[in-house]
């Protein structure tokens, strides 16, 4: 099958899109990005690449940098950390509070946003310089050095991070955070303005492809693990929209609100995505079609 020529015929035919979606301008960081940014990478395990658009650019990845904190956090406590969380997809919003009064500061999943402030807290616990350290797990994982931080992004997410700030707290009265409150959110703010291109992401999760093993063959966690986590990305991955993008797209993936997708077929490929536009579920507008129409076209989705 000629990849490139996919990838092509989606661009072509996505970029002349007149409703790309809106930015996401409750981030004033991300309100600055071009909404016409658009491009796709596509990593075989075989090791063929195939890109198209503006895929080497790098972006905040957002909610997508969740998962890498979870396969982090998994290697401190393994199973342990489903004691503080369950693995059921929400159908509320990522920022949804009244659930988690509900459930008695339990959050549904590691990817909504509760539920990533749990994970946090499980690394400021572990980690001796937390930002450093796991800055560090990411640049090796994807071996690349060059990922970093957007203290910007940061600054920009703790400046607006009211309802995060607000989670935080409620979890706290329900001792499900451990740590200082604004360590804990300041970890939370940094992971989220990590910065990657399309290709690094492919990169970066080529091991949940490849049952745990990075691109250099380094095992990162057990193909069980893989096997784990890829499934909650396939229920819970999107916010509210998860089920969807099983239904349309048929992969394993996590979105983020600053337009990235990241998706697996374990065994054969890892493919990301990036248009900066949002759909209402808050999840890449052109991204979510461009991904529908790959697996509809190659017929390579796991269903």
Same mark, same amino acid.
């Given at each position: 099958?000629?990849?490139?020529?996919?990838?092509?015929?989606?661009?072509?035919?996505?970029?002349?899109?007149?409703?790309?979606?809106?930015?996401?301008?409750?981030?004033?960081?991300?309100?600055?990005?071009?909404?016409?940014?658009?491009?796709?990478?596509?990593?075989?395990?075989?090791?063929?690449?195939?890109?198209?658009?503006? $895929?080497?650019?790098?972006? !905040? &990845?957002?909610?997508?940098? @969740?998962? /890498? +904190?979870? %396969?982090?956090?998994?290697?401190?406590?393994?199973?342990?950390?489903?004691?503080?969380?369950?693995?059921?997809?929400?159908?509320?919003?990522?920022?949804?509070?009244?659930?988690?009064?509900?459930?008695?500061?339990?959050?549904?999943?590691?990817?909504?946003?509760?539920?990533?402030?749990?994970?946090?807290?499980?690394?400021?616990?572990?980690?001796?310089?937390?930002?450093?350290?796991?800055?560090?797990?990411?640049?090796?994982?994807?071996?690349?050095?060059?990922?970093?931080?957007?203290?910007?992004?940061?600054?920009?997410?703790?400046?607006?991070?009211?309802?995060?700030?607000?989670?935080?707290?409620?979890?706290?009265?329900?001792?499900?955070?451990?740590?200082?409150?604004?360590?804990?959110?300041?970890? $939370?703010?940094?992971?989220? !303005? &990590?910065?990657?291109?399309? @290709?690094? /992401? +492919?990169? %970066?999760?080529?091991?949940?492809?490849?049952?745990?093993?990075?691109?250099?063959?380094?095992?990162?966690?057990?193909?069980?693990?893989?096997?784990?986590?890829?499934?909650?990305?396939?229920?819970?991955?999107?916010?509210?929209?998860?089920?969807?993008?099983?239904?349309?797209?048929?992969?394993?993936?996590?979105?983020?609100?600053?337009?990235?997708?990241?998706?697996?077929?374990?065994?054969?490929?890892?493919?990301?995505?990036?248009?900066?536009?949002?759909?209402?579920?808050?999840?890449?507008?052109?991204?979510?079609?461009?991904?529908?129409?790959?697996?509809?076209?190659?017929?390579?989705?796991?269903?």
């Amino acid at each position: 099958m000629d990849f490139q020529q996919v990838l092509e015929d989606i661009h072509s035919q996505l970029k002349t899109t007149p409703y790309k979606g809106v930015v996401a301008s409750y981030i004033p960081e991300l309100a600055k990005v071009d909404i016409n940014r658009f491009g796709i990478h596509l990593r075989m395990l075989t090791g063929e690449q195939y890109a198209v658009g503006d $895929y080497d650019i790098p972006f !905040s &990845i957002q909610s997508i940098s @969740k998962v /890498l +904190s979870l %396969t982090l956090a998994l290697k401190y406590v393994g199973n342990e950390l489903w004691k503080r969380m369950d693995v059921e997809p929400s159908g509320d919003p990522f920022n949804f509070l009244s659930l988690l009064e509900l459930e008695r500061g339990i959050p549904r999943n590691p990817f909504i946003n509760a539920g990533a402030l749990v994970v946090s807290d499980v690394l400021v616990s572990h980690l001796k310089n937390p930002k450093e350290d796991f800055l560090a797990f990411v640049r090796e994982l994807a071996d690349d050095e060059t990922i970093c931080f957007n203290p910007s992004v940061a600054a920009s997410e703790k400046e607006t991070g009211f309802r995060n700030a607000a989670a935080t707290n409620l979890l706290k009265s329900f001792r499900n955070i451990h740590n200082n409150v604004d360590e804990v959110l300041d970890f $939370y703010f940094h992971l989220c !303005s &990590i910065e990657m291109s399309c @290709k690094q /992401l +492919s990169k %970066t999760f080529f091991k949940f492809a490849n049952s745990g093993m990075n691109i250099k063959g380094k095992p990162f966690m057990t193909p069980s693990q893989a096997k784990r986590v890829n499934a909650i990305m396939l229920t819970c991955g999107f916010y509210d929209e998860a089920g969807e993008f099983a239904f349309e797209v048929g992969l394993p993936g996590k979105s983020g609100v600053g337009g990235g997708i990241v998706a697996v077929h374990p065994g054969k490929y890892c493919i990301a995505a990036w248009a900066p536009g949002l759909n209402v579920k808050g999840n890449s507008l052109l991204g979510m079609q461009a991904l529908e129409q790959f697996t509809t076209k190659t017929g390579l989705s796991i269903f």
